[in-house]
């Protein structure tokens, strides 16, 4: 069946940095697009990065230039590198293809905290 694991979570300080890792099986990974969300309880769930399936990356206004999306098709792993933490970074973040149809995972906490 379809998964997709995330990992990498954690408490990090201002400024800091984590990576986070998306496992992908059950799907034909390379033909779908990767992207992350993030989610504030009480809040909708807010698109943060797109790769898409011929290497071309997206990200929101907030995030650029401190985090980059990347894929690995031969690993079926996608990953989020996320530097210069900040406090209003703090979610839930989600991985999710998107193509023929969508999946998601269920996510990962990330605490932006000193």
């Known amino acids: 069946q379809v998964q997709l694991v995330e990992s990498g979570g954690g408490l990090v300080q201002p400024g800091g940095s984590l990576r986070l890792s998306c496992a992908a099986s059950?799907?034909?990974?390379?033909?779908?697009?990767m992207r992350w969300f993030r989610q504030v309880p009480g809040n909708g769930r807010e698109w943060v990065a797109t790769v898409s399936r011929d290497g071309y990356t997206f990200y929101t206004e907030s995030v650029k230039g401190r985090f980059t999306i990347t894929r690995d098709n031969a690993k079926n792993i996608a990953a989020l590198e996320m530097n210069s933490l900040q406090p209003e970074d703090t979610a839930v973040y989600y991985c999710?293809?998107?193509?023929?149809?969508?999946?998601w995972g269920q996510g990962t906490q990330v605490t932006v905290s000193s």
């Open positions: 999710s293809a998107a193509y023929t149809e969508e999946y």
């Open positions: 059950g799907f034909t990974f390379s033909t779908y697009a």
